[in-house]
Nanobody, 123 residues
Framework: QGQMAESGGDLVQPGNSLRLSCTAAARKVSPYVTGWFRQAPGKEREFVAAMRAIDGATLYADSVQGRFTISRDNAKDTVYLQMNNLNPEDTGTYFC????????????????WGKGTQVTVSS
């Protein structure tokens, strides 16, 4: 399967919003599950959110619950991550990846990682 591709990263001020996009255009089959992860400098990559394509079920990390929303446009085969009320702790490179498993937050369950998009939250 082909890689996922992220876009939409930017430099924003605290309290602002940003929407990231993840496309699966390089894949022949849409992912069963699409996950978003992030990696801050010097830290391990961590789970942010995931969506199951078949029914739109969602899963969020506690740190973003209520601020971030994952959604999907089936016509565009694109998954979005709407990020509101951003704070400096949200800074990092955001990646999306595909998974055959639902309900998993560990990186080992995900594959076809994109190259990432940079999000910087700073005043």
């Amino acid at each position: 399967q082909g890689q996922m591709a992220e876009s939409g990263g930017d430099l924003v001020q605290p309290g602002n919003s940003l929407r990231l996009s993840c496309t699966a255009a390089a894949r022949k089959v849409s992912p069963y599950v699409t996950g978003w992860f992030r990696q801050a400098p010097g830290k391990e990559r961590e789970f942010v959110a995931a969506m199951r394509a078949i029914d739109g079920a969602t899963l969020y990390a506690d740190s973003v619950q209520g601020r971030f929303t994952i959604s999907r446009d089936n016509a565009k085969d694109t998954v979005y991550l709407q990020m509101n009320n951003l704070n400096p702790e949200d800074t990092g490179t955001y990646f999306c990846a595909a998974s055959l498993y639902w309900g998993q937050m560990a990186l080992t369950y995900y594959q076809d990682w994109g190259k990432g998009t940079q999000v910087t939250v700073s005043s």
